[in-house]
């Protein structure tokens, strides 16, 4: 199944996808949209051009995993990806990946302009990749 993912961010928010296998995330672009109505469009389109049919979304849970203002607003946003799009929208928790992100970030040594540039993708493909790790685990694939 192809799925996309989406690290929601109030000005940036990448986007990763999988091959159909499931086998292996990319990412494919970061998305510079303040407005959330057009942000939902470009993604519910940009899912259309993939070929995706499911859509993850990154839950920014609290360190203590409780779920604060940025997480409802990113359940919300789901919600209308899910009505924008007609596929199934699934949350994944997203604890410490932009961490992750940049730690990768630091190993290809990429930095400045370039790196602000793909952070999110890159997280984006975090997600992913957890997302897909809890399917395999838990037998749906």
Same mark, same amino acid.
């Given at each position: 199944?192809?799925?996309?993912?989406?690290?929601?961010?109030?000005?940036?928010?990448?986007?990763?996808?999988?091959?159909?296998?499931?086998?292996? &995330?990319?990412? !494919?672009?970061?998305?510079?949209?303040?407005?959330?109505?057009?942000?939902? #469009?470009?993604?519910?389109? *940009?899912?259309?051009?993939?070929? &995706? $049919?499911?859509?993850?979304?990154?839950?920014?849970?609290?360190?203590?995993?409780?779920?604060?203002?940025?997480?409802?607003?990113?359940?919300?946003?789901?919600? !209308?990806?899910?009505?924008?799009?007609?596929?199934?929208? #699934?949350?994944?928790? $997203?604890?410490?990946?932009?961490?992750?992100?940049?730690?990768?970030?630091?190993?290809? #040594?990429?930095?400045?302009?370039?790196?602000? &540039?793909?952070?999110?993708?890159?997280?984006?493909?975090?997600? *992913?990749?957890?997302?897909?790790?809890?399917?395999?685990?838990?037998?749906?694939?």
């Amino acid at each position: 199944m192809i799925i996309m993912s989406v690290d929601l961010g109030k000005a940036r928010t990448g986007i990763a996808k999988c091959d159909k296998s499931e086998m292996i &995330a990319s990412p !494919v672009k970061v998305i510079n949209q303040h407005n959330r109505e057009k942000l939902a #469009d470009e993604i519910a389109e *940009l899912a259309k051009e993939l070929m &995706a $049919e499911m859509i993850v979304v990154g839950l920014p849970k609290n360190m203590d995993g409780s779920e604060g203002e940025s997480a409802q607003g990113a359940s919300a946003f789901a919600e !209308v990806l899910r009505k924008k799009t007609g596929l199934p929208v #699934d949350m994944q928790d $997203e604890r410490g990946t932009s961490i992750t992100a940049h730690n990768y970030l630091n190993v290809t #040594d990429t930095r400045g302009k370039k790196r602000k &540039a793909v952070v999110d993708a890159v997280a984006a493909v975090i997600i *992913l990749e957890d997302y897909m790790r809890k399917r395999k685990n838990s037998g749906a694939v």
